[in-house]
Structures are given as structure tokens and as C-alpha cells.
């Protein structure tokens, strides 16, 4: 065995510099589903689905691959982690700003399922902070959206949900 002359934590950097698909202001590190590095003789890098149905498991894992191969890792292995799952908590402050900076309202931390059975928490609008927005729908323009507008600015915008 041959170890690589790099570190887990210049993959994690190389690897901040992939964008989601779905939402490309955010990295896969800001959405905190990178969950391990290993490097000896290839890079195993382990990642979590935001949901097990994501459609863009396989863009991302690819996109992993396309970034260490541009800078020059060949062997490359990709570990598909399920458990525990992932959660929007794990996406990070930072992440949290580029979306609100998008437009879109971050998801609220902390949130669990049991919330899901009690009164809708109030969402703040992304451009002028109001709390006195609205659901329109709770399908937004991916599966992890749904679609709000803010009564205050008149402007509609999406909220990442709570998962």
C-alpha cells in the first residue's frame, strides 16, 4: 500500500468547492453531507443523501469523483452513508446564509418530526426578515422546497424544509 501525499483535510477543501446541483450557491460541505475522508493508497470519501429519494445523489457522488480527478487523485471511491440520516441541522452557518442571501429561507434548526403534527412554525421572509409570510404550497421547485410569500414585501420565495 502507497500512501497518497495528501491530506483528509485538502480533499475536504477540494471538495468545498463542489456545488449542489439543485441549489449551486450552496457547497456539499455547507450542506454538511460529506461525513468522512480517508486517505491512504485511494480517497474514500463518504457521503449522506439529504433524502433517500434525492435525485441528485449521483450527480454529487459524480461531481466528487470529476473534482479529486481534476486535481489529480485517480483512485477514488465513493461510500454511500445512510445512518444515521441526514438532517438540515447539519448544514452549516455559512450554508444557512447563502441561502438567505439567495433568496431562499434556511430551514429551522432543531426541528423534529414531532413538529410535523403541531401548528406550522412561522417562517421569516429571506429579503426583509418578516415573520408574516404564508405557505403556498409545500411543493417547491425541488422536493426539499416549498413555496412561501411574505405579506410585508409582497415577494414570494422558497423555504428549505425541515427534514
Known amino acids: 500500500m502507497v500512501e497518497l501525499a495528501i491530506s483528509r483535510e485538502q480533499v475536504f477543501d477540494w471538495l468545498s468547492e463542489v456545488p449542489d446541483p439543485e441549489i449551486p450557491?450552496?457547497?456539499?460541505?455547507?450542506?454538511?453531507?460529506?461525513?468522512?475522508?480517508?486517505?491512504?493508497?485511494?480517497?474514500?470519501?463518504?457521503?449522506?443523501?439529504?433524502?433517500?429519494?434525492?435525485?441528485?445523489?449521483?450527480?454529487?457522488?459524480?461531481?466528487?469523483v470529476d473534482?479529486?480527478?481534476?486535481?489529480?487523485?485517480?483512485?477514488v471511491r465513493i461510500r454511500r452513508v445512510l445512518s444515521p440520516p441526514w438532517t438540515?441541522?447539519?448544514?452549516?452557518?455559512?450554508?444557512?446564509?447563502?441561502?438567505?442571501?439567495?433568496?431562499?429561507?434556511?430551514?429551522?434548526?432543531?426541528?423534529s418530526k414531532r413538529e410535523l403534527l403541531q401548528k406550522a412554525r412561522a417562517i421569516?421572509?429571506?429579503?426583509?426578515?418578516?415573520?408574516?409570510?404564508?405557505?403556498?404550497?409545500?411543493?417547491?421547485?425541488?422536493?426539499c422546497k416549498a413555496s412561501y410569500k411574505c405579506s410585508d414585501c409582497l415577494e414570494p420565495f422558497e423555504y428549505f424544509k425541515c427534514i
Open 25 to 64: 450557491v450552496l457547497t456539499i460541505t455547507d450542506l454538511g453531507i460529506v461525513r468522512g475522508i480517508a486517505v491512504r493508497d485511494e480517497v474514500v470519501v463518504e457521503l449522506s443523501p439529504t433524502y433517500s429519494g434525492c435525485p441528485a445523489t449521483e450527480v454529487i457522488e459524480q461531481s466528487v
Open 67 to 75: 473534482a479529486l480527478h481534476r486535481h489529480g487523485v485517480e483512485d
Open 124 to 143: 421569516a421572509c429571506p429579503r426583509c426578515a418578516s415573520l408574516a409570510t404564508e405557505l403556498v404550497s409545500e411543493f417547491g421547485s425541488t422536493a
Open 88 to 111: 438540515t441541522d447539519w448544514i452549516s452557518d455559512e450554508g444557512r446564509d447563502k441561502l438567505r442571501e439567495y433568496g431562499i429561507a434556511p430551514p429551522a434548526r432543531s426541528a
